[in-house]
């Protein structure tokens, strides 16, 4: 079961306990950082995985931030056991340093042990860290290979071929609270995971096809007319 912080959690009262910390842009969500925290928390025996969607990451600062990202990671992490999610960088505002949230996590669990969750591709930038020497200190880092899947692979796919969001707000509305509220399932019965963001492979088929400029199955997703694409 997911909880979904609106404010700093409550800390872990055994000092033992081993907490796992998860930050990320989430641009979007996926099912490959899904499968991370399942294997982290499996892998380390985690107490507790803290997944911590950044407000603008300091490696990507000039990367366009997609809607409702809370919400999505909401949405996908909700069958993990042990993660929570965490607001605090979303609230905090400006760059997001991993250095301010592991301090204050670490503070809030004195005495814990404390582990920080990465992508094997971010190890050789590791050092760069704000004050990584201190971050060494205070947790052990982790690190675990790419999937295939990927946001960048997603937002990719989604800039070449002109998708937006529906216009159509209230129509949009209905079916994000659907598939949130059927844990990652389109009307039409399909899984969508990542939830709101990976179409289906008939959408796939159809952003291919020159001649489509229409909505994809669960209406979510628009593919404008060519003439708009070159505006």
Known sequence: ???LNTSTPQPLNIST?????YGGSFNPVHL????????????????RLIVVPAH???????????WDRVELVEAAFRDVPSAVIDRREIER?????????????????????????IGEDSLENLPGWKNYD????????????RTPESS??????????????????????TVRAGIVRKGGYCPCRLPKLPEFFCP???????LADPSFHGLCHCRLYLKPPRDELSV
């Open 134 to 145: 201190e971050l060494t200190r205070l947790c052990t880092f982790k690190a675990y290979p």
């Open 200 to 206: 289906c492979d008939e959408f796939k088929g159809q």
């Open 17 to 21: 306990m081993r907490i796992g910390i």
């Open 93 to 117: 505002g400006g760059v997001s340093y991993s250095i301010d949230t592991v301090r204050g996590i670490a503070a809030e669990n004195p005495g814990a042990e404390l582990f920080f969750i």
């Open 56 to 66: 603008v990451s300091p490696f990507k600062t000039e990367q366009p931030m997609l």
């Open 32 to 47: 490959g950082h899904v499968g991370v925290a399942r294997r982290a928390i499996a892998d380390l025996a985690l107490d």
């Open 152 to 173: 960048t692979a997603i937002r990719r796919l989604f800039l070449d071929n002109g998708v937006t969001v529906n216009p159509d707000a209230k129509l949009v509305a």
């Open 1 to 3: 079961m997911i909880l």
